[in-house]
């Protein structure tokens, strides 16, 4: 019954829990648009960014989750578009949320803030036959459950060329998604971000960030450092608060791709490390640019 007993703790978790319910990502400096609106138009360029997490590997039905991000500046619309898909899935529990958002984009003293909002559609479900209580016909544990309902946020971000600050807030209207019972009760959360660019020499950049997650009851805080070697590799560590130590690599594998990694070494009782993949790609588009010419296929 062990490797029941811990499913069942991580889907009461997934269901049940009224804290923390936003996946953590490790490497959040390049997340910003999953839960910050205000991000989005703000590279100038189309990028796309996926990110995988696996979590606490080793336990039978921990959390996988996967985030897939589009975003760009749409000049015509004073701003940028972004579409964000997340999946999360945690023993019989999978829960999807996708997302749309707009950001308008101004100038400001010394760079440029994005004023955003995004609103999404989520679902969530619960598989309640692969559980194998001891007791059969248990009324606590749910049967197969399925459902869904609207979600809202907010965001501002800040960019210049050394520095970047987020606020936002996501699931501000509190969604309740309901089938025969409540299976999920969503908290709002607030999220504060800042990283500092600093060019120590010709080649080395050192880039610290913070990474501050509330819901209203608790607050968690990550902590990061990471230094660039010449636009091309960074490394970096990050400490999150009574949770874990996290060790991060990554490189630009030309102008327009990256890759980077995490993992994270617990430093809470629970002994299992959790291990991060993320790839973006940008292009830029010339919106200005104006045809010259035309080809006649006939010749």
Not at 65 to 92: F, H, Q
Not at 225 to 231: F, G, R, V
Request: charged share 15%; hydrophobic share 40%.
């Amino acid at each position: 019954m062990k490797k029941y007993s811990i499913l069942i703790a991580f889907a009461f978790f997934g269901l049940a829990a009224n804290a923390q319910q936003d996946p953590q990502f490790s490497q959040n400096m390049f997340n910003h648009h999953s839960i910050n609106p205000g991000y989005v138009g703000s590279n100038d360029a189309i990028c796309a960014t996926a990110l995988h997490r696996s979590q606490w590997m080793g336990f039978e039905g921990a959390p996988t989750t996967m985030n897939l991000s589009v975003e760009g500046s749409v000049p015509m619309l004073s701003g940028g578009l972004g579409l964000n898909i997340l999946t999360d899935k945690i023993a019989s529990n999978e829960f999807l949320g996708l997302d749309l958002s707009y950001a308008y984009r101004t100038s400001v003293v010394g760079g440029d803030l994005g004023i955003g909002a995004s609103v999404g559609f989520l679902q969530d479900g619960v598989e309640g036959t692969q559980y194998n209580p001891e007791s059969a016909g248990d009324p606590t544990i749910p049967g197969d459950e399925k459902g869904s309902g609207f979600d809202f946020g907010l965001g501002l971000f800040f960019k210049s060329e050394t520095v970047e600050i987020g606020i936002s807030t996501t699931h501000l209207n509190q969604a309740v998604i309901t089938t025969s019972q409540d299976i999920l009760s969503l908290n709002r959360h607030y999220y504060l971000s800042a990283l500092y660019k600093y060019q120590m020499n010709d080649v080395f950049m050192l880039k610290p960030s913070l990474f501050v997650k509330n819901d209203g009851v608790t607050t968690q805080m990550d902590l990061n450092t990471m230094i660039e070697y010449n636009n091309r590799f960074w490394g970096g560590v990050s400490y999150r608060v009574d949770d874990a130590m996290i060790a991060m690599l990554g490189m630009h594998i030309n102008e327009s791709l990256k890759f980077g990694f995490a993992y994270d070494i617990p430093t809470s009782q629970i002994a299992q490390g959790s291990m991060e993949f993320m790839l973006s790609y940008c292009f830029k588009v010339d919106y200005t640019s104006v045809t010259k010419g035309f080809k006649n296929p006939k010749f």
